[in-house]
């Protein structure tokens, strides 16, 4: 998922009780599991955790940690995913059997790198479907993505000195470890467990793990034109579209960090740039000239302290101002002015939401001086509705963005994962072994029940 820092403790505030007081952090900026009562002071909390629960696990705990494992331990930071893609490749192929396919992304020419290289050359997305016949009308989609934010951090699995037992509070810590690995390998797991036990049918289902999520979704976008059967004029030069049929899916279930509540939606985005331009001068005599930092300050504090429009399911619209720049010198009244805004939609729909927001903006600046401003729009979308209307999950709103707008179609969509968005871009991302198989057996339920609607 994408989120900006700020906007995560404005979510996470209400949750900051429960998910935080199970943990301390070590000297070295570790989690640790500590239990929320200790009555014998003599024992300490990991003898605990080991001795009374050894053989508590699923039968697939072993087959979980290791794929969750191999997919941390191969970096895969937006842009450089083709690693990650090969080795799911080979686990959908080689390991269980189904039928797997790379999609290759146009190549995107505004990626190179400062080395001149062209990073996201050969990006592709991994399709696959447990199957020994020919996909023809899958009705689920079961999807997340394999790139993560940077920097890389490696795996580390917090068991006991000396020892390789785990629990279901054994802590997994990594770049990926939650957003979203933890998703593609509960997802994968649970395709697995469903049709070993025969309770699906397995020409039902299709996999999809996407690039690009955390950056412009392009991974997504790039399915959703060639096989979204919605979707079909935009694919004309799509040079993936002959080796699939069109797809028409009843569901699709998108995995990210909802520490395995049912999302109910998540609230839309509209970010831009915002340029000020003044007149230079000396600074003794600004009533000749005229401040673009000057005018940049008084437009976003009205801009922060405006009512951008709330629901009663997704709460207040919220506003980052995630950069600001401008002059050249204290004694120089600057002439050039600018910041960065990512703002969180809370009103309208998916379709209208954006643009209420971003008339209201535009009506500030034009208020604040109709000269100075300019504003580039990028992009945008209003609050993204999921369904949360199935029996035996506790609900949530996310304030972040996810994939789910980027793939169009009339199918309803399921957010859910393992693990807590406010560890998931941070320096201590991590999760609790039985967050991951909380999320097998709640990926199972979800998908008995979109094939059952
Ligand atoms: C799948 O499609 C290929 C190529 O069209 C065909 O040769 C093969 O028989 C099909 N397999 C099944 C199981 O339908
Ligand atoms: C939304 O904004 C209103 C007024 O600005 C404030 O009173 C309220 O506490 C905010 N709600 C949330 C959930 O932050
Ligand atoms: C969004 O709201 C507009 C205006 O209220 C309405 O015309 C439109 O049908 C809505 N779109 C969706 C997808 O609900």
Request: charged content about 20%; hydrophobic content about 35%; some cysteine.
């Amino acid at each position: 998922m994408k989120a900006t820092p700020n906007l995560l403790l404005l979510w996470g505030t209400s949750l900051l009780s429960h998910t935080t007081s199970a943990f301390v952090i070590d000297n070295n900026n570790h989690y640790q599991q500590q239990p929320l009562i200790v009555d014998d002071a003599s024992i300490s909390p990991l003898q605990i955790s080991t001795s009374s629960a050894a053989n508590d696990g699923p039968s697939y705990r072993k087959n979980l940690l290791s794929l969750h494992k191999s997919l941390i331990e191969i970096p895969s930071i937006s842009r450089t995913e083709q690693e990650v893609g090969k080795f799911l490749l080979d686990y959908l192929r080689n390991n269980l059997g189904y039928a797997a396919k790379a999609q290759f992304l146009e190549s995107d020419k505004t990626s190179h790198g400062s080395d001149g290289d062209d990073h996201s050359q050969g990006r592709f997305n991994v399709l696959a479907w447990p199957s020994s016949h020919n996909l023809s009308s899958p009705r689920v989609l079961v999807t997340s993505h394999i790139d993560v934010v940077p920097p890389f951090i490696p795996y580390h699995i917090n068991t006991p000195e000396g020892s390789d037992q785990v629990t279901s509070d054994t802590f997994i810590s990594g770049r990926g470890s939650v957003d979203a690995k933890a998703s593609v390998a509960a997802q994968i797991v649970a395709v697995e467990e469903l049709i070993r036990a025969k309770e699906v049918d397995p020409a039902d289902l299709m996999l999809l793990f996407v690039v690009g999520e955390e950056i412009s979704g392009d991974g997504m976008k790039t399915f959703s034109a060639a096989y979204n059967d919605q979707d079909a004029d935009k694919s004309n030069n799509n040079n993936n579209k002959k080796e699939l049929p069109r797809l028409h899916f009843n569901a699709a279930i998108y995995g990210e960090p909802t520490e395995n509540k049912l999302s109910c939606g998540h609230k839309g985005h509209a970010g831009g740039l915002l340029k000020a331009q003044g007149i230079a001068g000396h600074s003794g005599y600004p009533w000749l000239f005229k401040s673009a930092t000057e005018v940049l300050v008084k437009a976003l504090a009205k801009i922060i302290s405006a009512d951008l429009g709330s629901s009663e399911r997704y709460g207040n619209t919220t506003v980052n101002i995630g950069t600001i720049a401008g002059g050249v010198a204290a004694n120089v009244i600057p002439k050039e002015a600018q910041a960065k805004l990512a703002i969180r939609v809370a009103v309208g729909n998916q379709t209208t939401g954006a643009n209420i927001v971003r008339e209201a903006v535009d009506k500030i600046l034009k208020e604040t001086d109709a000269e100075a401003f300019t504003m580039e729009w990028n992009g945008g979308y209003g609050p993204v509705e999921c369904n949360c209307d199935v029996d035996g999950f506790e609900t949530m709103v996310a304030s972040y963005g996810t994939d789910v707008p980027n793939f169009e179609g009339d199918h309803v969509s399921y957010l859910y994962g393992p693990g807590t968005i406010l560890v998931a871009h941070g320096d201590d991302e991590g999760l609790k072994v039985g967050d991951l198989e909380t999320a097998v057996e709640g990926y199972k339920t979800l998908i008995k029940h979109a094939l059952a609607a």
